[in-house]
């Protein structure tokens, strides 16, 4: 009996958490940029699904976020884009943040949850979640299609209407006036707040 019940306990730990090593904590053991200056992005939601997946910023294991002993799913379409975090980044309360690290969502086909990819910022969303900040980086992925792109403007001259679904997805995805769209900063602008969020995981 005891052997059965441990057995689904290790069941249900690998539904609801996903973690790439067992020796690997996915918030603090990559930097936020490498070595050659592109941006480090761990992916908590493949592109074109609902799930609601977020770091434990304590473990840095990815778990499946729980509403009422039920995992959580986007009452939306999916996500435009592979959306995570970057690691070693905090938006501070102290600053006007959520307190999490900073989000990113990167444009290129759907990878695997829990994967660290190489990427480019182009810009950033800013967006507010009942008074916090909480912006949204524009990123491609490299060995993607969109890699070519340096720029906002690049990304509409080539996609046109692609930041606009952007920005009307999370302006949407948790239902009427509850997320607050303030515009797309550029590509300088977006490297502003990734400095301001390396910096708050500095100092926190």
């Given at each position: 009996?005891?052997?059965?019940?441990?057995?689904?306990?290790?069941?249900?730990?690998?539904i609801f958490s996903c973690k790439t090593s067992t020796e690997e904590n996915l918030l603090t053991d990559y930097p936020a940029i490498a070595e050659d200056g592109s941006v480090n992005a761990v992916i908590e939601i493949p592109a074109g699904t609902e799930q609601k997946w977020?770091?434990?910023?304590?473990?840095?294991?990815?778990?499946?976020?729980?509403?009422?002993?039920?995992?959580?799913?986007?009452?939306?379409?999916?996500?435009?884009?592979?959306?995570?975090?970057?690691?070693?980044?905090?938006?501070?309360?102290?600053?006007?943040?959520?307190?999490?690290?900073?989000?990113?969502?990167?444009?290129?086909?759907?990878?695997?949850?829990?994967?660290?990819?190489?990427?480019?910022?182009?810009?950033?969303?800013?967006?507010?979640?009942?008074?916090?900040?909480?912006?949204?980086?524009?990123?491609?992925?490299?060995?993607?299609?969109?890699?070519?792109?340096?720029?906002?403007?690049?990304?509409?001259?080539?996609?046109?209407?692609?930041?606009?679904?952007?920005?009307?997805?999370?302006?949407?995805?948790?239902?009427?006036?509850?997320?607050?769209?303030?515009?797309?900063?550029?590509?300088?602008?977006?490297?502003?707040?990734?400095?301001?969020?390396?910096?708050?995981?500095?100092?926190?």
């Amino acid at each position: 009996m005891i052997i059965r019940l441990t057995c689904i306990v290790f069941a249900l730990v690998a539904i609801f958490s996903c973690k790439t090593s067992t020796e690997e904590n996915l918030l603090t053991d990559y930097p936020a940029i490498a070595e050659d200056g592109s941006v480090n992005a761990v992916i908590e939601i493949p592109a074109g699904t609902e799930q609601k997946w977020e770091v434990n910023k304590t473990s840095g294991i990815i778990e499946w976020e729980q509403v009422d002993g039920t995992g959580r799913i986007v009452n939306y379409i999916g996500y435009p884009g592979n959306y995570g975090f970057i690691p070693q980044t905090l938006l501070a309360e102290k600053d006007g943040g959520d307190g999490d690290p900073l989000d990113i969502l990167v444009l290129g086909s759907p990878v695997n949850r829990g994967s660290v990819i190489i990427c480019k910022i182009i810009g950033v969303l800013y967006l507010q979640d009942r008074g916090e900040q909480d912006d949204k980086l524009i990123a491609v992925a490299k060995d993607s299609p969109f890699y070519q792109l340096d720029s906002l403007q690049d990304l509409e001259a080539t996609y046109n209407g692609v930041a606009d679904i952007i920005k009307l997805w999370f302006s949407n995805y948790k239902g009427p006036s509850k997320m607050v769209s303030k515009g797309f900063g550029d590509k300088d602008a977006a490297q502003h707040v990734l400095e301001a969020a390396i910096t708050g995981y500095q100092n926190k």
